[in-house]
């Protein structure tokens, strides 16, 4: 019986349907946080920073395909990405390890 439990849930999670990676999308003068569904295929949130020192700094939000490397940048453009969903905001990861270690701590004084 044990065997079939494992086995039927086994064949639940590979029938589960794979959820596309969300990421923030949109052209903007600053910051943008508009977020979509990104086609299955797309495997990285990507944000482009595109400037110069006379003009004001156009921020791209996108799903992508690849990963721009560092041979792709040019002196007045800037490229990011990552694999999470909309991990391409602008919170800074340390904002997102303080609220980890408030949550932590808040469990920790419940329990």
Known sequence: ???CL???LLLLLLAWPAQ????????ALGNCFQATSCKADARYCLTTW???????TVVIKSCAYTC????ESTPFSRASC???D???SAASRSASWGL???GLWGAYLIR
């Not at 596309?20 to 052209?27: D, G, N, P, R």
């Not at 721009?68 to 041979?71: A, N, Q, S, V």
Request: proline share 6%; net charge negative.
């Open 86 to 88: 909309l991990c391409n």
């Open 20 to 27: 596309a990676l969300q990421c923030h999308e949109c052209v």
């Open 100 to 102: 980890l270690a408030l």
């Open 82 to 84: 990552c694999n999470t």
């Open 1 to 3: 019986m044990r065997t």
């Open 50 to 56: 595109t400037g110069s020192p006379d003009k004001q």
């Open 68 to 71: 721009p490397g560092i041979e």
């Open 6 to 8: 494992l086995q039927l």
